[in-house]
């Protein structure tokens, strides 16, 4: 069983940075997709970036050059960089995982940006909140 812990989370204004992390338990960190999605009221859960067990990363458009999605196996911590934050960035964001290496129900390229399908992701942590305000 893989069990996710998110940290973070905070209100700040636009333009300013947070940091977000994910504490990974379980013996398969090491070969697991892991990921970011966030979620605002009435809406579907947006994925934001992925890294695979090989370290590969892929962004959503909407964060492209502004978010960075990195691993430390070390520590067993995923975490997410966002940088220059918007209003709409404001969102309950989570940390999810899947059992697999390499990530599955992505689809885009990366230059013009990526989709996820949150169906694909089999363990999800309880969320951290980001509220950006301008």
């Known amino acids: 069983q893989v069990q996710l812990v998110e940290s973070g989370g905070g209100s700040v204004q636009a333009g300013e940075s947070l940091r977000l992390s994910c504490v990974v338990n379980?013996?398969?960190?090491?070969?697991?997709?892991i990921g970011w999605f966030r979620q605002v009221p009435g809406k579907g859960r947006e994925g934001v970036a992925t890294?695979?067990?090989?370290?590969?990363?892929t962004y959503a458009d909407s964060v492209m050059g502004r978010f960075t999605i990195s691993r430390d196996s070390a520590k067993n911590t995923l975490y997410l960089q966002m940088n220059i934050l918007k209003p709409e960035d404001t969102a309950m964001y989570y940390c999810?995982?899947?059992?697999?290496?390499?990530?599955?129900?992505?689809?885009?390229?990366?230059?013009?940006?990526?989709?996820?399908?949150?169906?694909?992701?089999?363990?999800w942590g309880q969320g951290t909140q980001v509220s950006v305000s301008s």
């Open positions: 999810a995982a899947q059992d697999a290496q390499l990530c599955g129900g992505v689809s885009g390229t990366r230059e013009g940006g990526y989709d996820y399908n949150p169906a694909d992701f089999h363990y």
């Open positions: 379980g013996d398969t960190y090491r070969g697991l997709c």
């Open positions: 890294i695979d067990s090989d370290g590969t990363d």
